[in-house]
């Protein structure tokens, strides 16, 4: 089993590219991303916060450097 480490600064990032979609998240311990939705929430606004958030990821992980 191939273990990852902790990414703190890749977590920051994600959540501030995250803040400037207009989604606000939470972290929590060092590698760690909570989401605290509305206690009343659409499927389509989960639907368009999960985009958001993938978006913010694949962002973040292209311009983090990469072991080959």
Do not use: S
């Not at 590698?31 to 913010?56: K, N």
């Amino acid at each position: 089993r191939v273990r990852k480490a902790p990414a703190p600064e890749a977590r920051n990032r994600i959540i501030q590219r995250c803040f400037e979609k207009g989604l606000l998240l939470v972290g929590a311990g060092r590698h760690v991303v909570r989401f605290l939705p509305a206690l009343v929430v659409t499927d389509q606004q989960i639907d368009q916060a999960v985009a958001l958030f993938t978006d913010a990821v694949m962002e973040v992980d292209r311009e983090l450097p990469h072991a080959a």
